[in-house]
């Protein structure tokens, strides 16, 4: 098996036991990501909109670096503290991504690290 693992200052450095991505062929797994600011590792909480904004940039930087794109995903998972935000997240995505949309579950959890009302990791499938 040919794994590599995708690292990059332009998205937030992990704070556990895993890697921000990794690549097996031309199938890149990408962690979840919540709404840190790279450069400070501080927590976006001005609003849903603005953590929701900050994670879809952090994905966008950790697929770049694995030589892809957001349009590139084809899976998403969406963890939010309350389903009240399912509107909200479906408002940024569509400023993020293009249809055809990546297949897509959302679930509200009872917890999501540093207190984020909201962690997305993707599958994502580049060129070779």
Known sequence: MNKSIINTNSAPAAIG??????K?????????QIPLIPET????????VAQAEQVFRNL?????????????CVKLTILLSDMEYF???NEVMARFFDEPYP??????????????????????????
């Open 41 to 48: 590792m501080e927590l976006v909480t001005e609003s849903f």
């Open 87 to 89: 509107p909200e997240v």
């Open 60 to 72: 966008s930087a950790v697929a770049e670096a694995a030589g892809g794109s957001l349009a590139d």
């Open 17 to 22: 036991t895993y890697s921000q991505a990794v």
């Open 103 to 128: 297949a897509r579950a959302a679930f509200a959890v009872k917890q999501i690290p540093k207190g984020a009302d909201i962690e997305v990791d993707a599958v994502m499938v580049t060129q070779e």
């Open 24 to 32: 097996v062929g031309s199938t890149v797994y990408l962690s979840g």
